[in-house]
């Protein structure tokens, strides 16, 4: 193995676990679409009326459990109707680049005039926790988040913090 100056050697690897642990592991991770709540696929794929999902061409078709699972959830956001057909409500939610979830809290966030703090609360919910605190700087991490502190429930620390 040669390597030019000051350069790692390209065929050298450090793990911070076992060979047997790695050679153990599945070489792949299944995919995504295999995983995943497909609710917001669906209410995308409605919206743009393409084929039902049950018939859509994935390289990988997703479990029938897995389908019926996003119909429920958004049958039981209002976006679809028992046919699984989509209301006026999913054709709006549609439109929001958002998990459906969040995005129908939104929704009747704007139609209750409760926009703005749960406009906060969903941002929050898609970040990091902003009240990590970096190891070499616990105190004065301590001491600026101090000003945040509030007995309230989480969501509403999060209104404070952001307002």
Not at 69 to 83: A, K, R
Not at 140 to 158: G, I, S, V
């Amino acid at each position: 193995m040669r390597t030019v100056a000051g350069a790692w050697p390209t065929a050298c690897a450090f793990r911070l676990y076992e060979e047997d642990d790695y050679n153990l592991r599945v070489r792949f991770t299944d995919p995504e679409i295999l995983r995943s709540s497909l609710a917001a696929v669906i209410l995308r794929m409605k919206s743009l009326h393409l084929t039902a999902i049950e018939t859509f061409p994935f390289l990988e078709p997703p479990p029938g459990r897995a389908i019926a699972d996003g119909y429920q959830l958004l049958n039981e956001l209002g976006t679809v109707d028992d046919d699984n057909t989509l209301t006026p409500l999913g054709r709006e939610l549609a439109c929001l680049p958002l998990d459906p979830r969040v995005g129908r809290v939104i929704l009747a966030a704007r139609d209750h005039q409760s926009l703005r703090e749960v406009l906060i609360i969903a941002s929050a919910l898609s970040v990091q926790d902003p009240r990590d605190r970096p190891i070499e700087a616990q105190a004065q991490a301590d001491l600026a988040h101090k000003k945040f502190a509030d007995e309230r429930p989480e969501f509403l620390r999060w209104t404070k913090i952001w307002a």
